[in-house]
């Protein structure tokens, strides 16, 4: 658990099914704690930054990132990184999107679909999983609709690698694909070289490019 911090607050984004806990987010707005400080108007333009963990129940670290991210931004001052991160953005952190999956420790959710092909509006190209969305997608869409992420990051486990968009086509770079290439790239740029060298190149890959998926 962590104290109550002044600029963090709990959104309860909802519950995934009866038997299973709410999913929620935690969303520090140092700007909020600054204005009130300060009594000062509150600047409400800054981007926000997304951290979803544990879309499969079977990948745990990406709870434990989750989480240990928030406990690093209660304590800023030993933190120094993050204060001044959130100088610029607003940062929304998810640490378990899946909770049937965790609490089971498997990939898939309790009625058995992947989330991480679940974020569709139409059928899979490569067949799988369709529609209807899942509750948890569900509520995903509906806090992204609420306040749109500039960025989001979701941690998964497995590969030691960043996957930047799009995947779902093969050799169809988009428009902005070296801003997605740099943003990948500045990810990685504290891994030491054995890091790098478990995933090329670098370490960092356009998702597509190592598989196609649709609704990730």
């Given at each position: 658990?962590?104290?109550?911090?002044?600029?963090?607050?709990?959104?309860?984004?909802?519950?995934?099914?009866?038997?299973?806990?709410?999913?929620?987010?935690?969303r520090i707005q140092w700007e909020l704690y600054r204005?009130?400080?300060?009594?000062?108007?509150?600047?409400?333009?800054k981007p926000l930054v997304?951290?979803?963990?544990?879309?499969?129940?079977?990948?745990?670290?990406?709870?434990?990132?989750?989480?240990?991210?928030?406990?690093?931004?209660?304590?800023?001052?030993?933190?120094?990184?993050?204060?001044?991160?959130?100088?610029?953005?607003?940062?929304?952190?998810?640490?378990?999107?899946?909770?049937?999956?965790?609490?089971?420790?498997?990939?898939?959710?309790?009625?058995?679909?992947?989330?991480?092909?679940?974020?569709?509006?139409?059928?899979?190209?490569?067949?799988?999983?369709?529609?209807?969305?899942?509750?948890?997608?569900?509520?995903?869409?509906?806090?992204?609709?609420?306040?749109?992420?500039?960025?989001?990051?979701?941690?998964?486990?497995?590969?030691?690698?960043?996957?930047?968009?799009?995947?779902?086509?093969?050799?169809?770079?988009?428009?902005?694909?070296?801003?997605?290439?740099?943003?990948?790239?500045?990810?990685?740029?504290?891994?030491?070289?054995?890091?790098?060298?478990?995933?090329?190149?670098?370490?960092?890959?356009?998702?597509?490019?190592?598989?196609?998926?649709?609704?990730?």
């Amino acid at each position: 658990t962590v104290d109550p911090c002044p600029y963090m607050s709990i959104i309860e984004m909802g519950a995934s099914s009866s038997s299973c806990p709410d999913i929620w987010a935690v969303r520090i707005q140092w700007e909020l704690y600054r204005a009130k400080e300060e009594k000062d108007e509150v600047c409400l333009d800054k981007p926000l930054v997304q951290l979803v963990g544990c879309l499969h129940g079977d990948e745990t670290s990406g709870v434990h990132l989750a989480i240990r991210m928030i406990e690093e931004c209660a304590d800023l001052e030993h933190y120094p990184e993050w204060w001044a991160l959130l100088q610029h953005v607003d940062v929304d952190i998810i640490p378990c999107l899946n909770p049937s999956g965790l609490a089971k420790r498997t990939r898939r959710n309790l009625a058995g679909r992947d989330l991480n092909r679940d974020f569709t509006l139409t059928a899979s190209p490569y067949g799988g999983d369709h529609n209807p969305v899942q509750k948890e997608t569900q509520l995903m869409m509906r806090h992204c609709i609420a306040r749109p992420p500039l960025l989001c990051a979701h941690l998964h486990g497995g590969a030691t690698v960043v996957c930047f968009p799009y995947d779902w086509e093969q050799g169809q770079p988009c428009n902005e694909h070296l801003l997605f290439q740099h943003l990948a790239q500045s990810w990685t740029a504290s891994w030491t070289t054995e890091q790098k060298r478990a995933f090329p190149p670098h370490g960092v890959i356009q998702a597509a490019e190592w598989y196609p998926v649709w609704g990730s």
